[in-house]
């Protein structure tokens, strides 16, 4: 008699996979200043007095700033319902920054994010061959 465990291999593989794909992002919880976050490079949390932003990252063109996000991104949502019009950046679409009242100006806080990620796939294949191995105990009468 097989057991569930082998006979349910791919469901097993694909959890753990799809726990290895969920990432958190975390922020610094300092603000930084547009220039700043400009010069990092990174992703960018921006808080509105309507919203919270993300964005990929920012970019200054002589004095405007622009905010890349992906096209169906909730940044691009968002940024659509307040009538805020981007424009094709490679593959990014790159919002103009000017209209929106910015409060704060988070980035993402690489190192931390990436161990709350590691955390959260261990945790998660833990409890993935935990409950496969309780139903392959139960179903096999050894409880």
């Not at 959890?15 to 400009?38: G, P």
């Not at 905010?67 to 169906?72: Q, T, Y």
């Not at 690489?110 to 409950?131: E, R």
Request: net charge positive; proline share 2%.
């Amino acid at each position: 008699m097989n057991s569930l465990l082998t006979t349910s291999r791919p469901l097993v593989f694909f959890l753990c996979f799809s726990f290895l794909c969920y990432s958190c992002s975390v922020y610094h919880s300092k603000s930084i200043s547009l220039d700043e976050a400009v010069a990092t490079g990174k992703k960018v949390k921006i808080e509105t007095s309507e919203d919270k932003l993300v964005f990929k990252r920012l970019k200054k063109i002589d004095s405007d700033y622009f905010g890349l996000a992906k096209k169906g991104s909730s940044t691009a949502k968002k940024l659509g319902k307040i009538e805020v019009i981007g424009r094709m950046d490679g593959k990014y679409y790159s919002f103009p920054l000017e209209s929106l009242v910015i409060e704060e100006i988070n980035s993402k806080n690489y190192p931390v994010s990436t161990l709350l990620t590691g955390i959260a796939v261990v945790a998660g294949t833990f409890v993935v061959v935990f409950i496969a191995a309780a139903i392959t105990f139960a179903s096999s009468g050894f409880f």
